[in-house]
């Protein structure tokens, strides 16, 4: 196992030294959550001490809350959190906490099998602006649920219901937004009909193309999206094997490599386009998106 606390030389980083100067910066910055996250991903730390890390932010309806995707604060169980405790138990090769996780989206999932993008908890003040409870049934939410689920190969009623939610929603499909599109990208990456998932993530790239929803370097953010808050192709294609690969070229996503590497910032982490709406959040989400790239890069063979 490598040091974790060997410090790096923060001045620019190289591609060799890329690793090192980011485990620098989580250190120095991140949850624990995080912190035992990247030294099970990147430096053979145990699976066992993530598991409990996320188990922390899990309550007794077998939802997961406590502000574990930063911009939802408060400790009650919401669709996002309990998305993101199951994609790091599944990263780290764990279902345990899956089955009661279903168990906990039943209880708040729509006649028609998909779920709300926020739960109303009575407390506005602890989530973001853009985290706004309605009741409808969201594509995006529903999506990644399902996505990661079937990922984990997991067998319950709610992931049957929710599978055809999102299969008429992405069917449907005519107008999105960009992160509607990723959840469906996901959905579509770990949905066990491969050829149905097939024949609609090419269907979905010609609309990303059509509706202008990915940037190839100009910069554009869809409306409604803060300056700078774009999707680019590895969002939407986070390892060579995801469906959406096929819809960009091979100087697409070599550039928008190169992009992500140089995006590492003096301090060894990477930044995010999107409002800190509270303080906390810019010190939580630094941390996340830090280790998505290094993920992002490695699954592409840009770093060992």
């Not at 995080?34 to 939802?63: E, K, M």
Request: proline letters at 6%; glycine letters at 8%; a negative charge.
């Amino acid at each position: 196992m490598s040091d974790p606390f060997k410090t790096a030389d923060l001045g620019g980083p190289t591609v060799g030294g890329m690793i090192e100067a980011a485990r620098s910066f989580i250190w120095l910055n991140a949850r624990v959550l995080d912190q035992r996250r990247f030294l099970c991903l990147f430096d053979g730390g145990p699976a066992d001490a993530v598991v409990a890390a996320v188990v922390a932010y899990r309550n007794d309806d077998g939802g997961f809350g406590h502000a574990l995707e930063p911009d939802g604060r408060g400790p009650e169980s919401q669709p996002l959190h309990t998305y993101t405790a199951l994609s790091l138990l599944e990263e780290v090769g764990s279902a345990e906490y899956a089955e009661s996780a279903c168990d906990f989206l039943m209880t708040i999932t729509n006649e028609d099998g998909g779920v709300p993008n926020c739960l109303d908890t009575g407390r506005a003040g602890l989530r973001a602006p853009w985290w706004q409870p309605s009741g409808d049934s969201d594509l995006l939410v529903t999506g990644l649920l399902a996505s990661v689920l079937h990922k984990m190969e997991v067998e319950h009623a709610w992931l049957d219901r929710a599978t055809e939610f999102c299969w008429q929603r992405i069917t449907d499909l005519t107008k999105s937004h960009p992160y509607e599109v990723n959840a469906c990208a996901r959905f579509l990456d770990h949905v066990p009909d491969r050829p149905r998932a097939e024949r609609e993530s090419a269907r979905l790239g010609a609309l990303v193309r059509e509706q202008g929803l990915v940037d190839l370097g100009d910069g554009q953010a869809h409306e409604g999206y803060a300056a700078g808050e774009t999707h680019k192709p590895h969002h939407y294609a986070p390892r060579p094997d995801s469906l959406a690969r096929r819809w960009f070229s091979d100087e697409e996503i070599g550039a928008d490599l190169d992009a992500v590497a140089a995006a590492q910032q003096e301090d060894g982490g990477w930044t995010f386009p999107w409002p800190a709406w509270t303080p906390v959040t810019t010190y939580e989400w630094r941390p996340v998106v830090t280790i998505e790239a290094l993920l992002t890069l490695r699954a592409y063979d840009r770093i060992s």
